[in-house]
């Protein structure tokens, strides 16, 4: 059974990057079935697609969120990552990994992120 | 504002059954498959149905989607009060170069 487990700075000052890893367990990053992806829920709120990567590195992002957002993969650790800069107050949001069959299948944990100084 | 539209609430009485709406446009539902997700307190988003109307393993056939044109549908049958949560639908969308898009979620209480 895959698992996801989200991982990074909990408290990220604003104007600043945010950086999150997503460690895959359980099956393999480079599945050729798959992509893996990032969702965020600001409190209270619903679920918004951030963005999804391939094993060979192919990304394709929200476009409201495209000029400030980079996911990366590294298959020698079974491991994609997010980094999203100048972050504001309203990126404060629980961010979750996800795994993308077309659809997200299995989902880590999500952890908070609050944008603060 | 979503690109998919679901109503915010909706309530029912343990036993009854439920539908929750998701309306879309061409570029989205109309052309692609929907998904559910079944949210918790708490907890993170839980797979119901992929592919409009297919059940992963475990969920039980009281959870049933469906689709016409531009909307799909979720019914949820003989409620029960753990099916109290927020429930998204979710498609891609191809005006955003297959971007995934969600639903704003419906919160279900089961009174």
């Known amino acids: 059974q895959v698992q996801l487990q989200e991982s990074g700075p909990g408290l990220v000052k604003p104007s600043e990057t945010l950086s999150l890893t997503c460690t895959v367990s359980?099956?393999?990053?480079?599945?050729?079935?798959?992509?893996w992806g990032w969702i965020r829920q600001p409190p209270g709120k619903g679920l918004e697609w951030i963005g999804s990567?391939?094993?060979?590195?192919?990304?394709y992002y929200n476009p409201s969120l495209k000029s400030r957002v980079t996911i990366s993969v590294d298959t020698s650790k079974n491991q994609f990552s997010l980094k999203l800069t100048s972050v504001a107050a309203t990126d404060t949001a629980v961010y979750y990994c996800?795994?993308?069959?077309?659809?997200?299948?299995?989902w880590g944990q999500g952890t908070l992120v609050t944008v603060s100084s | 504002q979503s690109v998919l539209t679901q109503p915010p609430s909706l309530s029912a009485a343990p036993g009854q059954k439920v539908t929750i709406s998701c309306s879309g446009s061409?570029?989205?539902?109309?052309?692609?498959?929907v998904s559910w997700y079944q949210q918790l307190p708490g907890t993170a988003p839980k797979l119901l149905i992929y592919e409009t109307d297919r059940r992963p393993s475990g969920i039980p056939d009281r959870f049933s989607g469906s689709k016409s044109d531009t909307s799909a549908t979720l019914a949820i049958t003989g409620l029960q009060t753990g099916d109290e949560a927020d429930y998204y639908c979710a498609t891609w969308d191809t005006s955003l170069s297959a971007g995934r898009v969600f639903g704003g979620g419906t919160k279900l209480t089961v009174l």
């Open positions: 996800a795994r993308l069959t077309p659809t997200f299948d299995y």
């Open positions: 990567i391939y094993y060979s590195g192919s990304t």
């Open positions: 061409t570029s989205n539902i109309g052309n692609n498959y």
């Open positions: 359980g099956g393999s990053i480079t599945n050729s079935r798959y992509y």
